[in-house]
């Protein structure tokens, strides 16, 4: 950006130090080019009055034109307000201040007309609008001649006692617009790309997104800026990835050896499913490439993504190299610690466990044998990444539920090989919608098991209100007679712990009343408990000394419990649906039918009874993972990416795939056809990759 936008906030007419102060502390506007780029969130058509006497209760926000009658305070103290009365010759509206009720009495002038904007609210059948958007008419022509489009602008309370509400920004914002030229906003997308695209240049589409003539001209803004954001994101991770192939070499597995064949013809007692088939193969060419592989690898509860890690470790030893797997929690770790551990017994591997319960003595050992070679696969907490943790020769990481571990986490990882990175395989079992992964996830090489093991039935889910109680108490005898476990699972929600507590004690006492002893056991599981404890009541359920587990989501990610066939998750209308679905993978994993009821209230919000809906419609984790995009919006995943690659202030993941998908389709074209940004033509492209790039310095080769 030019000098004129380098230039201090406080410098703007209408600023000063106070407003700069508060500008730099509540929305980080530190320079006029920061308020250049802090875009209005919608826009308020100026060309609709409504006439007073059409208000209804459907309107939320209103704008209206009249003469103001009189003005005057109101109450004391804390109750001290400003109050006036606005008519049009239809009818008349309540306006009133709160705060700043002084100040704003010194502006107003009686008799005046005035074009007023806000949200309306009705007192003793009477409309009001408090602290309104209010601008004097000095004659009725004015409203014609004002914006179509007025935008508006995301404030605070602190900033609006400073005068700094939608009508200040707007006039902050037209003073610094109107003296911006050409050269203060330097083009970023080279000419081919504009022609190509049929795009508006930068210059034009920082004038027009703040103060458009027409719906028209906010289109072309908005398609011009969203565009540019979402390119060059893909661009970038689209370089980095080609980068990476150049120069980051990676250990090559020439061989499928003794322990591969093995495993794949005496030990797996299954038939590999097409996907998995596909996913190895992926695998495999990556391995044998010469380059690093930094694939990730997306697969449902259930889709057999440990069979194809387990396989890939294989491959890993039978070229003389080490493996490791690494897991958020230890419940998850040990859990594929015992998946894995009798089938590398059986195949002459030294197997490990490395969590941060593992002490001592026993510590010490794990480590020497470790940097000694004479441990083959390694499995643990994040206690594999800390620093006295050597391999010999470690090939291959794999790390579970990518989105739990850190970019400075995984870069540990590099530092545990030496001389080349090994190579790294991210697994998760969240399924990941498509404009996500192509927009977090746009520098890795992305293998999805998108088919279900033969055998595996989907789960049965069902929703019941409260009145069904006792159906679904006989529903879990049925299951109990025959031999089968029940879990059932109550909402944890931080804020409101100690209620949900309560709710989920209530409901263990209620449960011991339908189910007691000694006929039936019940274990207990929370969050709240020390870990010994949570894991020696899992432990019971395990064992099946427990018939019925009583738990908080703790259990999301938690044991394998085949023999558990029946889940009733109570008030499921307070859980997301990635967690519904992460939930209801708990059960269905031994082969035989299983079933999932969801208890709600009979009064359900409408996106709640989406959320069932969804739930009882589909067992496809993939199909349920857009369905909550399309909800909630990236949310929590955008806490997958954490090196600083995707900062939208415009373009919407759920609401622009098109332009993401247009997007990244050029972003390869042009990588593909010169992979250094080395042409002339692409000098602009270059430059801003730069530019943005120094804000995630560091990171930018890490998978």
């Given at each position: 950006?030019?000098?004129?936008?380098?230039?201090?906030?406080?410098?703007?007419?209408?600023?000063?130090?106070?407003?700069?102060?508060?500008?730099?502390?509540?929305?980080?506007?530190?320079?006029?080019?920061?308020?250049v780029?802090?875009?209005?969130?919608?826009?308020?058509?100026?060309?609709?009055?409504?006439?007073?006497?059409?208000?209804?209760?459907a309107?939320?926000?209103?704008?209206?034109k009249g003469k103001?009658?009189?003005?005057?305070?109101?109450?004391?103290?804390?109750?001290?307000?400003?109050?006036?009365i606005?008519?049009?010759?239809?009818?008349?509206?309540?306006?009133?201040?709160?705060?700043?009720?002084?100040?704003?009495?010194?502006?107003?002038?009686?008799?005046?007309?005035?074009?007023?904007?806000?949200?309306?609210?009705?007192?003793?059948?009477?409309?009001?609008?408090?602290?309104?958007?209010?601008?004097?008419?000095?004659?009725?022509?004015?409203?014609?001649?004002?914006?179509t489009l007025?935008?508006?602008?995301?404030?605070?309370?602190?900033?609006?006692?400073?005068?700094?509400?939608?009508?200040?920004?707007?006039?902050?914002?037209?003073?610094?617009?109107?003296q911006?030229?050409?050269p203060?906003?330097?083009?970023t997308?080279?000419?081919?790309?504009?022609?190509?695209?049929?795009?508006?240049?930068r210059?034009?589409?920082?004038?027009?997104?703040?103060?458009?003539?027409?719906?028209?001209?906010?289109e072309?803004?908005?398609?011009?800026?969203?565009f540019?954001?979402?390119?060059?994101?893909?661009?970038?991770?689209?370089?980095?990835?080609?980068?990476?192939?150049?120069e980051?070499?990676?250990?090559?597995?020439?061989?499928?050896?003794?322990?591969?064949?093995?495993?794949?013809?005496?030990?797996?007692?299954?038939?590999?499913?097409?996907?998995?088939?596909?996913?190895l193969?992926?695998?495999?060419?990556?391995?044998?490439?010469?380059?690093?592989?930094?694939?990730?690898?997306?697969?449902?509860?259930?889709?057999?993504?440990?069979?194809?890690?387990?396989m890939?470790?294989?491959?890993?030893?039978?070229?003389?190299?080490?493996?490791?797997?690494i897991?958020?929690?230890?419940?998850?770790?040990m859990?594929?610690?015992?998946?894995?551990?009798?089938?590398?017994?059986?195949?002459?591997?030294q197997?490990?466990?490395?969590?941060?319960?593992?002490?001592?003595?026993?510590?010490?050992?794990?480590?020497?044998?470790?940097a000694?070679?004479?441990?083959?696969?390694?499995?643990?907490?994040?206690?594999?990444?800390?620093?006295?943790?050597?391999?010999?020769?470690?090939g291959?990481?794999?790390t579970?539920?990518?989105?739990?571990?850190?970019?400075?986490?995984?870069?540990k990882?590099?530092?545990?090989?030496?001389?080349?990175?090994?190579?790294?395989?991210?697994?998760?079992?969240?399924?990941?919608?498509?404009?996500?992964?192509?927009?977090?996830?746009?520098?890795?090489?992305?293998s999805?098991?998108d088919e279900?093991?033969?055998?595996?039935?989907?789960?049965?889910?069902?929703?019941?209100?409260?009145?069904?109680?006792?159906?679904?108490?006989?529903?879990?005898?049925?299951?109990i007679a025959?031999?089968?476990?029940?879990?059932?699972?109550?909402?944890?929600?931080?804020?409101?712990?100690?209620?949900?507590?309560?709710?989920?004690?209530?409901?263990?006492?209620?449960?011991?009343?339908?189910?007691p002893?000694?006929?039936?056991?019940?274990?207990?599981?929370?969050?709240k408990?020390?870990?010994?404890?949570?894991?020696?009541?899992?432990q019971?359920?395990?064992?099946?000394?427990?018939?019925?587990?009583v738990?908080?989501?703790?259990?999301?990610v938690?044991?394998?419990?085949?023999?558990?066939?029946?889940m009733?998750?109570?008030?499921?209308?307070?859980?997301?649906?990635?967690?519904?679905?992460?939930l209801?993978?708990?059960?269905?994993?031994?082969?035989?039918?299983?079933?999932?009821?969801?208890?709600?209230?009979?009064?359900?919000?409408?996106?709640?009874?989406?959320?069932?809906?969804?739930?009882?419609?589909?067992?496809?984790?993939?199909?349920?993972?857009?369905?909550?995009?399309?909800?909630?919006?990236?949310?929590?995943?955008?806490?997958?990416?954490?090196?600083?690659?995707?900062?939208?202030?415009?373009?919407?993941?759920v609401?622009?795939?098109?332009?993401?998908?247009?997007?990244r389709?050029?972003?390869?074209?042009?990588?593909?056809?010169?992979?250094?940004?080395?042409?002339?033509?692409?000098?602009?492209?270059?430059?801003?990759?730069?530019?943005i790039?120094?804000?995630?310095?560091?990171?930018s080769?890490?998978?």
């Amino acid at each position: 950006m030019s000098k004129l936008l380098d230039t201090p906030i406080e410098y703007l007419k209408g600023v000063g130090p106070a407003k700069g102060k508060a500008l730099r502390k509540d929305l980080g506007i530190n320079t006029l080019g920061d308020l250049v780029e802090y875009f209005p969130f919608r826009y308020i058509d100026k060309t609709i009055i409504l006439p007073i006497n059409q208000i209804t209760d459907a309107h939320q926000e209103v704008q209206v034109k009249g003469k103001l009658l009189r003005f005057s305070h109101e109450g004391v103290g804390r109750a001290k307000r400003l109050s006036a009365i606005l008519h049009d010759g239809t009818g008349s509206l309540d306006l009133v201040w709160f705060q700043g009720a002084s100040r704003v009495a010194n502006v107003l002038e009686q008799g005046k007309t005035y074009l007023v904007y806000g949200r309306l609210q009705k007192f003793r059948n009477r409309y009001s609008i408090a602290h309104p958007e209010i601008e004097l008419l000095s004659n009725l022509a004015d409203a014609s001649t004002l914006s179509t489009l007025a935008p508006v602008y995301s404030s605070t309370d602190s900033l609006r006692k400073k005068r700094l509400d939608g009508n200040g920004f707007r006039r902050l914002t037209k003073t610094l617009i109107s003296q911006i030229k050409p050269p203060d906003i330097p083009e970023t997308l080279p000419p081919y790309l504009l022609e190509k695209t049929r795009l508006i240049s930068r210059f034009e589409a920082i004038k027009k997104i703040h103060f458009p003539a027409s719906a028209k001209e906010k289109e072309q803004a908005l398609n011009r800026l969203k565009f540019e954001e979402l390119f060059f994101a893909q661009l970038r991770a689209i370089h980095r990835k080609y980068k990476n192939y150049r120069e980051i070499p990676g250990y090559r597995f020439d061989i499928i050896g003794d322990k591969f064949n093995q495993y794949f013809n005496d030990i797996l007692s299954f038939e590999l499913t097409g996907a998995q088939k596909r996913v190895l193969k992926e695998i495999r060419a990556d391995l044998k490439s010469g380059r690093q592989m930094n694939r990730l690898l997306q697969g449902d509860v259930g889709s057999g993504k440990t069979v194809v890690a387990l396989m890939s470790i294989l491959m890993a030893i039978d070229n003389g190299f080490q493996a490791c797997m690494i897991a958020p929690t230890e419940i998850l770790a040990m859990q594929h610690f015992l998946g894995i551990e009798e089938e590398a017994r059986q195949l002459g591997l030294q197997i490990a466990f490395l969590a941060g319960s593992v002490k001592g003595k026993k510590r010490a050992k794990i480590l020497e044998a470790l940097a000694l070679g004479q441990i083959d696969i390694l499995i643990g907490t994040h206690a594999v990444l800390e620093e006295p943790v050597i391999f010999k020769n470690l090939g291959l990481a794999i790390t579970d539920e990518q989105h739990r571990f850190g970019v400075e986490q995984r870069s540990k990882l590099w530092r545990k090989s030496k001389p080349n990175p090994p190579h790294i395989l991210v697994m998760t079992a969240t399924p990941i919608p498509r404009t996500l992964s192509m927009a977090f996830y746009g520098d890795l090489d992305v293998s999805k098991i998108d088919e279900m093991p033969p055998g595996r039935q989907p789960v049965e889910t069902l929703h019941f209100s409260e009145s069904k109680r006792l159906r679904v108490y006989g529903i879990m005898r049925e299951e109990i007679a025959k031999g089968r476990q029940v879990y059932v699972v109550f909402p944890m929600i931080e804020e409101n712990e100690d209620l949900d507590l309560q709710n989920l004690q209530r409901g263990y006492d209620l449960l011991s009343n339908e189910f007691p002893r000694p006929e039936y056991e019940i274990s207990v599981v929370h969050g709240k408990m020390k870990t010994k404890d949570k894991d020696y009541e899992m432990q019971r359920f395990v064992e099946k000394k427990t018939q019925i587990m009583v738990a908080t989501t703790v259990i999301e990610v938690g044991v394998n419990v085949p023999n558990a066939t029946l889940m009733i998750i109570e008030n499921a209308n307070r859980f997301g649906l990635s967690q519904l679905h992460q939930l209801r993978g708990r059960v269905g994993r031994g082969g035989g039918h299983s079933m999932c009821i969801l208890m709600t209230g009979f009064k359900l919000s409408n996106e709640a009874k989406f959320r069932i809906k969804t739930m009882t419609e589909t067992n496809d984790g993939f199909v349920i993972a857009e369905a909550d995009l399309k909800l909630r919006g990236p949310g929590d995943m955008e806490g997958t990416r954490q090196s600083g690659d995707l900062n939208l202030k415009l373009a919407s993941l759920v609401e622009d795939e098109k332009i993401l998908a247009f997007a990244r389709k050029l972003a390869i074209l042009i990588i593909e056809k010169d992979p250094k940004l080395e042409h002339p033509e692409n000098a602009l492209l270059r430059k801003h990759i730069q530019t943005i790039g120094r804000k995630a310095l560091g990171w930018s080769h890490i998978s």
